[in-house]
């Protein structure tokens, strides 16, 4: 719901979560297949999740990648509200910076990879699952995430 989410300033304006309860924002075709999303996120690493989204089918049926709590680069899905991981690795972040995050699923691959903002390095983990073959991108967390510079692109 609109309620769920709130157009904040932060260097610019970001889309930020307003409740704590993982609310989506979706944009896109049903019949999207192979495709990047892009986006700046910015999270608590305490308590925090920001996550993009590829190929949702319906309410609660997408995957998933992103930063977490407590310190953790995502790889998964959601299938019907519940959170499921894939793959994830170990990453350090903190509440003041932004991350870019570039999520491609193409085929069966799912590829997520976070870059740092200062030093530039990158993290990825990669995994192949066939649950949704197509759907709309978008964005979803909890914990006052922040997106910006949002992007899909085709591949």
Not at 14 to 25: G, K
Not at 58 to 87: M, N, Q, R, S, V
Request: proline content about 6%; overall charge negative.
């Amino acid at each position: 719901p609109a309620s769920a989410w709130s157009i904040t300033s932060d260097g610019s304006n970001v889309l930020t979560t307003a409740t704590p309860d993982f609310p989506v924002a979706i944009v896109g075709s049903p019949n999207w297949t192979d495709y990047r999303v892009s986006a700046d996120v910015k999270t608590n690493p305490t308590n925090g999740h920001a996550r993009l989204i590829a190929r949702q089918s319906g309410d609660g049926y997408f995957y998933a990648c992103g930063i977490d709590h407590p310190g953790t680069l995502f790889l998964g899905k959601e299938w019907g509200g519940t959170w499921y991981e894939f793959k994830s690795a170990p990453y350090a972040f903190v509440d003041t910076a932004w991350y870019h995050i570039d999520f491609t699923v193409v085929g069966n691959t799912q590829t997520c990879t976070v870059t740092d903002p200062v030093s530039k390095a990158t993290m990825t983990v990669s995994d192949t699952q066939s649950h949704f073959a197509s759907g709309p991108a978008g964005v979803t967390g909890d914990t006052q995430a922040e997106f910006d510079n949002f992007v899909v692109t085709a591949v």
